[in-house]
């Protein structure tokens, strides 16, 4: 393998916005999956860049910019948001939580994560981490959900590989809204 | 298989890749970090047809934090224009005399520009925000041509030429058939003739198309991490593009978020960004903005279909004869690919003795297409598949009992149609058993409930139609696929495999064939796919054909490394490798399993073995060359809800019942099924890429692409049979597309139905997508209700 800086470690690089860059600057401190951040970003840095770019947090996906497939969805004080659709300066003093910071504190993957294991929740895992912001958030509030606003969730985010079928058994599952998946289907299958 | 002991195969084993994706620890192009790497950002064409008249980069040349503008006049004699390989013909088809162009695409656009979103010039900047600064900065003024949108006006006599050096606008020409269509229709007893178009559709897979190129200093090579479906092609195209050798560029395969086709189509960015990293000295990436993505890069799925279907009186079917046109946007890229799939999948199932169709690829000043899974079969079988339905009404008989009279029989397996498959061979569907899926089809969905609660008042208002619709397809398309298997300094089994995923498991698939046939647990396995620095070559996965053929080369391979494995042992235990037996990675004497060695031990120990062969020994290369297609089928039946008022269309229930051969994981299987169904459901329900007729572009973001949502998709339930295929040892099939066939038929037939129940309603589907406002149009054209 060609030496690359892997990304996706707890290790936090900030990065001075590249010199060129000519747009005004701003400090900001924020709580990035519960670790105290400060840096200097340029006025029209989208928050998803920073997350990615400058703090190496590049779990949070992107897949359109526009607002609409929410595979970019973090939680801006616990509350599910776009982070395409805003601009670092916006969240200063505020508080995100990225996939990366969805896990246990001993590092086991939360239930939701667990889930979509589980339940074949995932194929090419680029919509995943949006999902699981928005589920883990419905099954971390107090009240519980119902099956409809589980499927009005689900409908915040554009999965093109799994027909959303195991994604929403996954978080039924997850969500105590259905028994656990039977292993119906295991075994050899042959012969008509 | 005896031999293969753990029997991994066939069993719903949890995928190794999700753990680390559900931590957001993926690998994807646009997540690596590679130090000092700078970005890259197009000036793209707006307009369909022009001459460019000015251009000038000089402002944004001078730009602080630009790197470098390049535009064609910089690269014209330093990257070869693209050809795409998929442009051969192969000897049988050359006899039909087709007509294919190659037209190789510019690398940058100038004069000439041909449509909206073709790249003019590219800006390489300090990040992708100065890139695009910098793209404001270049001047550019256009001289209009005519352009044509229409594929019908396209091939009008008259019509602007597409490219203005061309002499016509087709690309693409093919006709081929068997029997005497004309004849039969003549005297025929019941004759169906209509349009069928699928309009156009993206594949928009949720991660847009990405490269990452850098070229080491000190030897010169260039490492390309892409998320290409296709990494060997790749580095075939960029090492013959920018003449470097093959030896010294490796592309790699990251993890890569969906593809279907579209990221299987090499463009001319992916040659533009290796070529400015050594230019530069500098690494260089691109990631496509999804603006990009859905104007600018492959779309596809565009054709008109006029069919004729002919059948007796008991609606026996004896002619099918279609004229049909495929959009391929401003250049012919893919070639025969997407047409003649169409072609020799339009009779599918049915056994018809008299066949004539005509395909023509035409261009269009649109942007260039590429083939979508399914590549001109969910076309020609919604083509096929809503005649059908016609024809049945004509003759007055349930449209499953007209399907079920003609379709071929499991005792004509395997099958010869009399024509010609995608390779100039005699097409022969290896194995099969179309009845039973369709009667299993009509029974899950429980065909006679439904029409017991259709001959009752509508519920809520609501009308319920059922529609169905079968289909083949010809998988595991050659010409090969390659495993490499070694044993690792560790005592690990690695494979490495051309054949990448996006999405569909490979690395558990493989892990659970590799494991089978060479005797150890799937968790001492690794599977690389995709590096094409390790393995030296590969097609990559596209056409429903990575399980077919890298399947069975893991397979070939796993036998040949064991048995390398075993002659080795021999040499270092001092026996004979027939009185030793490989079991969970530890080799032992057949009958005194205290005589052992594991895998470690011996690949430290070969080099020290006294006596032995001198080769290193534990590794083996193996390619598949499929003899044939493994024909995979299935048959769709979907329940839908149609509201007159608002004419929204909610699929209430969805039932497939498919055939793939064995299945090698059957959870894994059942989710491609789904998501390509879901797909499907998109695709009739709301997907669309629309032109005005100037050619701009009006669909350029998800807001206007409609893509199929969670509620769309109902949970479709599955049933299917396995007719192991004979074609290769594992029995398998390709699956990954067949999901996606069936669903536009399908529904487009059960929504005519539920239409045509209501109040005397006369209308018929010939597009989709069949979104509430065309709904409403269909009543309110219908002579009936007026
Ligand atoms: S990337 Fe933010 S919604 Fe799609
Ligand atoms: S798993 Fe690929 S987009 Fe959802």
Sequence with gaps: MTELTSTTSSRRRILAPPASESTARHEIAVQINGEAIEAEVESRLLLTDFLRERLGLTGTHVGCEQGSCGACTVLLDDVPIRSCLLLAPQIDGRSIRTVEGLAERDGTPNKMQQAFCDHHGLQCGFCTPGLLITLTSLAEREVPVTLDELDHHLDSSICRCTGYMNIRNAARYALGLMPPRVEDRSGERDGP | ?786
Excluded at chain 2, 52 to 71: K, N
Excluded at chain 2, 189 to 209: N, W
Aim: net charge negative.
């Design chain 2, 1 to 786: 298989m005896s031999e293969e002991s753990p029997g991994y195969v066939g069993r719903s084993v949890p995928r190794v890749e999700d753990e680390r994706l559900v931590r957001g620890a993926g690998r994807f192009v646009a997540d690596l970090h590679v130090a000092d790497a700078a970005d890259v950002a197009f000036l793209r064409s707006t307009q369909a047809h022009a001459l460019i008249s000015r251009l000038d980069t000089s402002r944004a040349r001078s730009m602080p934090g630009v790197i470098a503008v390049y535009e064609a006049a910089d690269v014209v004699d330093q990257i070869t224009p693209l050809v795409a390989a998929e442009l051969r013909v192969p000897p049988g088809l050359a006899e039909l005399g087709p007509i294919n162009k190659v037209q190789p695409v510019p690398i940058l656009a100038n004069p000439e520009v041909t449509y909206v979103g073709q790249p003019v010039a590219m800006v390489v900047a300090e990040s992708r925000y100065l890139a695009e600064d910098a793209v404001e900065l270049i001047e550019i003024d256009y001289d209009e041509l005519p352009a044509v949108v229409d594929l019908e006006l396209a091939v009008a006599p008259d019509a602007p030429l597409v490219l203005i050096d061309e002499q016509d606008n087709v690309g693409v020409h093919i006709r081929h058939g068997k029997g005497d269509a004309a004849r039969a229709i003549a005297n025929a007893a019941v004759v169906v003739a209509d349009t069928f178009s699928t309009q156009r559709h993206v594949c928009a897979p949720l991660e847009t198309r990405g490269i990452l190129a850098e070229q080491d200093p000190f030897s010169g090579a260039l490492t390309v991490w892409s998320s290409t479906q296709t990494p060997h092609r790749l580095r075939d195209h960029i090492a013959e593009s920018i003449d470097v050798l093959a030896d010294d560029v490796r592309v790699q395969a990251v993890d890569v978020g969906g593809g279907f086709g579209q990221k299987g189509t090499v463009v001319v960015e992916e040659l533009l960004v290796p070529y400015a990293a050594r230019h530069l000295g500098r690494p260089v990436r691109w990631i496509a903005d999804r603006y990009e993505n859905l104007t600018a890069d492959a779309h596809a799925r565009e054709q008109v279909h006029h069919i004729t279907v002919a059948a007796d009186a008991d609606g026996k079917l004896v002619a099918v004869q279609d004229r049909f046109l495929v959009n391929l946007g401003a250049r012919n890229m893919t070639g025969l690919v997407v047409p003649y799939n169409a072609l020799c999948h339009l009779v599918g199932p049915y056994q018809v003795d008299n066949v004539d169709i005509e395909a023509t690829g035409v261009l269009t000043n649109t942007t260039f297409t590429s083939p979508y899974r399914g590549a001109g079969r969910p076309e020609a079988t919604f083509a096929m598949e809503r005649a059908l339905d016609l024809l049945a009404i004509e003759i007055g008989m349930e449209p499953s009992e007209l399907r079920r009279r003609n379709l071929i029989g499991p005792e004509q397996m395997p099958y010869r149609t009399g024509m010609l498959d995608r390779r100039g061979l005699p097409q022969e569907y290896d194995s099969g058993d179309y009845p039973e899926l369709l009667s299993r089809a009509v029974d899950m969905i429980d065909l006679p409930s439904v029409r017991k609660r259709q001959s009752s008042p509508p519920a809520g208002g609501r009308v319920i139609g059922v529609g169905f619709a079968m289909y083949i397809e010809m998988t595991g398309s050659g010409p090969f696929e390659g495993a490499r298997v070694e044993v690792t300094r560790s005592g690990r089994v690695r494979l490495y495999t051309g054949a990448s995923s996006q999405g569909q498991g490979h690395r558990t698939t493989f892990a659970q064939i590799l494991a089978d046939s060479f005797g150890v647990d799937m968790a001492d396995i690794d599977v690389v796919a995709g590096d094409t620095s390790r393995i030296p070559d590969g097609i990559g996965t596209v056409a429903s054909r990575a399980l077919v053929t890298a399947g069975n080369a893991t397979r070939q391979a796993g036998h040949l490394l064991r048995q390398r494995v075993l002659d080795a042992a021999a040499d270092v235990m001092e026996s004979n490798p027939a009185d030793l037996e490989l079991n969970k990675g530890i080799i032992s004497v057949v009958g005194s399993p205290t005589k052992s060695i594991t895998l470690a031990e011996l690949i430290r120990a070969v080099p020290h073995a006294p006596g032995g062969t001198g080769s290193d020994g534990l590794s083996e290369t193996s390619y598949f060359r499929p003899p044939n297609y493994a024909t995979a089928s299935g048959a769709h039946a979907v329940v839908v809800e149609v509201e007159p008022l608002t004419g929204r269309v909610s699929v209430v229930d969805y039932v497939v019942v498919h055939e793939a051969g064995r299945i090698v994981n059957p959870r894994i299987a059942d989710a491609q099924i789904v998501g390509g169904v879901a797909q499907g459901i998109g695709g009739i329900l709301c997907e669309h890429i629309v032109y005005d007729p100037s050619g701009q572009p009006l669909t350029s973001t998800f807001a206007d692409y409609a893509m199929p949502l969670a509620s769309m998709i109902p949970d479709i339930r599955l049933d299917e049979i396995v007719c192991p295929s004979p074609t290769n040892p594992l029995g398998v099939k390709g699956l990954g597309e067949g999901g996606a066939v069936g669903p536009p038929a399908a529904i487009a037939n059960a929504v005519e139905d539920a239409l045509r129940r209501m109040a005397g309603a006369d209308v018929t589907i010939r597009t989709g997508p069949l979104s509430p406002s065309r709904v409403l149009g269909l009543l309110a054209a219908s002579p009936s209700l007026n």
